[in-house]
């Protein structure tokens, strides 16, 4: 149609704790200026000129575009003139309405060439994924372009046909323009398949599934001046009603699958579960929820909640999180990918937005354990299914386990009313992380 395990979001003490953090794996949580952040992001050190200046994301994709456009361009002017102009004296009207058809080409290349170039600018601040959906834009605008002018062709054509009397017999030069069209747009399209092809541009594949649809176009004419030409002379305005209905139904097709984008419509069902199972098969994922993707232009934008065991570290979640983003981005069509990191699955288990933070918790557990001094100690806490789950770390000393054994038999008296906490877990002879 012409039609981001990067950066952790984790809060956390100068101590490592569980990976009840998110891993936002997004190009929009990023600062502009790294050149890691997405594959259309800035460079670091450009200045603003620089980046004022025009750089296509794709120059591959950029110049195919620009060179198989210009071509298409090239063909359909002559095209235009010669069928609107042979039309014209060869009376055919049929050929006319290939002639304003190809005229409609003429301008969705144009089209074609400003969304090419718009759409391949650099990420900024106010587009941080990119200007990809300047070609949706663009295919919005074509679709219903097309699609008004298929209308007013068949009306013109109905009503020509209520005055059978006034039908003209046309020239054989019409049947000659008209192969001659055909012949055109078959290779057109061809070429322009073949290039689209070679650099994935889901463009350029529209633009020359335009092109066959012209050269179908270009075959009904044929069809309609022959039989004019064997004397059954509404079969020109037959042909005319029928270029108008096909204009009209590609431009609604074009319209209907921008506009689907445009409103964020998610990938198929089996590109989505190949998603899935890319996610699930990274080492470290033990389950998977909330997976969403949307359309942009030739890629998709791709978001998931991967679960993780809830007693790793932030670091160790972290890591996972880069692993599955990776395995989409390598195995799939994907332009950037958001992960979130659980410890546990969040439409199945409580909330635990309710729950105070670090500070209160350390403050409450001091008041439960009394005299022993919490603050000299490392203590990190699991916030799991409307609860939390704290371990206090002892040093490896004789001298501390009969009091981490009073501490733990103390805790575990408490705990058991307690509505904050769930478990303590007083743990000796563990060397610091």
């Not at 200026?33 to 450009?46: E, V």
């Amino acid at each position: 149609m012409l039609c981001c395990a990067k950066a952790i979001n984790a809060a956390s003490d100068s101590r490592p704790q569980a990976a009840h953090s998110e891993c936002r794996i997004s190009a929009a949580t990023r600062t502009y200026t790294s050149a890691i952040a997405m594959k259309k992001h800035t460079h670091p050190g450009q200045t603003q000129a620089a980046i004022g200046a025009f750089e296509p994301t794709h120059p591959e994709r950029y110049a195919a575009a620009q060179k198989s456009t210009w071509v298409s361009i090239a063909i359909n002017v002559m095209l235009t003139f010669f069928q609107v102009i042979g039309g014209f004296f060869a009376h055919s009207q049929a050929l006319m309405a290939d002639g304003l058809h190809s005229l409609s080409d003429l301008l969705s290349d144009v089209l074609v060439l400003y969304a090419n170039r718009h759409g391949n600018k650099h990420a900024d601040a106010n587009h941080p994924y990119g200007h990809a959906r300047v070609e949706t834009a663009a295919t919005l605008i074509l679709g219903t372009f097309l699609a008004v002018l298929g209308v007013i062709l068949l009306v013109a054509a109905a009503m020509r046909l209520q005055h059978p009397e006034a039908l003209q017999a046309v020239n054989p030069l019409a049947l000659a323009i008209a192969v001659l069209a055909l012949i055109a747009k078959e290779g057109m399209f061809r070429y322009m398949l073949a290039v689209a092809k070679r650099v994935r541009s889901q463009m350029l594949v529209a633009n020359a599934w335009h092109a066959r649809s012209d050269a179908a176009s270009s075959l009904v004419v044929i069809v309609g001046v022959i039989g004019n030409l064997l004397g059954y002379t509404f079969f020109d305005l037959l042909a005319a009603a029928v270029v108008g209905v096909m204009i009209a139904h590609m431009g609604g097709k074009l319209a209907l699958e921008a506009m689907a984008e445009l409103i964020d419509t998610g990938l198929d069902e089996e590109e989505v579960e190949a998603i899935r199972q890319t996610l699930l098969n990274t080492h470290g994922v033990r389950g998977l929820h909330e997976l969403r993707t949307r359309k942009m232009a030739d890629n998709a934008l791709v978001d998931a909640h991967i679960m993780v065991d809830p007693k790793i570290s932030v670091s160790e979640g972290h890591y996972i999180a880069e692993l599955a983003r990776h395995a989409v981005l390598k195995n799939h069509h994907v332009l950037d990918v958001m992960v979130h990191i659980d410890p546990e699955d969040d439409m199945q288990a409580k909330p635990n937005a309710h729950l105070p933070s670090r500070p209160v918790l350390l403050a409450r557990l001091s008041e439960r354990i009394g005299d022993f001094k919490l603050s000299d100690h490392r203590v990190v806490f699991h916030y799991l299914d409307g609860k939390v789950d704290a371990e206090i770390y002892l040093p490896a000393n004789r001298q501390v386990a009969a009091q981490a054994d009073a501490l733990q038999a103390s805790c575990d008296e408490w705990v058991h009313n307690d509505d904050i906490f769930r478990a303590v877990h007083v743990h000796r002879n563990h060397a610091q992380n």
